[in-house]
């Protein structure tokens, strides 16, 4: 079992930055592919971005690219999400998620296996 714990959600205006936390205890952190997806309410649950497991690859959607950044500390079993720039559409719940063996399919919420409690992140115009 690994356990996620999500922190550093908040209320930004547009423009703004947030960095969100994600510490992780259980089983051998550097053996997992970290993931971030969001959730918007109505929406379907989306991928953010998705850290290799020696946090030497990184991949993130268009629709964030240039303005988050993945990052991980595998001594400090925690991975991290930038956010600069926040736009009102990036208002969402904000999960992080880990996977082993899964890169090739890091952009799918259903192969990951474990999943953090989420953390609100919401930008007014």
């Known amino acids: 079992q690994v356990q996620l714990v999500e922190s550093g959600g908040g209320l930004v205006q547009a423009g703004g930055s947030l960095s969100l936390s994600c510490a992780a205890s259980?089983?051998?952190?550097?053996?997992?592919?970290m993931g971030w997806f969001r959730q918007a309410p109505g929406k379907e649950r989306e991928f953010v971005a998705a850290?290799?497991?020696?946090?030497?690859?990184?991949d993130s959607s268009d629709s964030v690219k240039g303005r988050f950044t993945i990052s991980r500390d595998n001594p400090k079993n925690t991975v991290y999400l930038q956010m600069n720039s926040l736009k009102p559409e990036d208002t969402a719940v904000y999960y992080c998620?880990?996977?082993?063996?899964?890169?090739?399919?890091?952009?799918?919420?259903?192969?990951?296996?474990?999943w953090g409690q989420g953390t609100q992140v919401t930008v007014s115009s």
């Open positions: 998620a880990a996977g082993i063996g899964i890169w090739a399919w890091r952009t799918g919420p259903r192969r990951y296996d474990y």
């Open positions: 259980g089983r051998t952190f550097s053996n997992y592919v």
């Open positions: 850290i290799s497991v020696d946090g030497g690859t990184t």
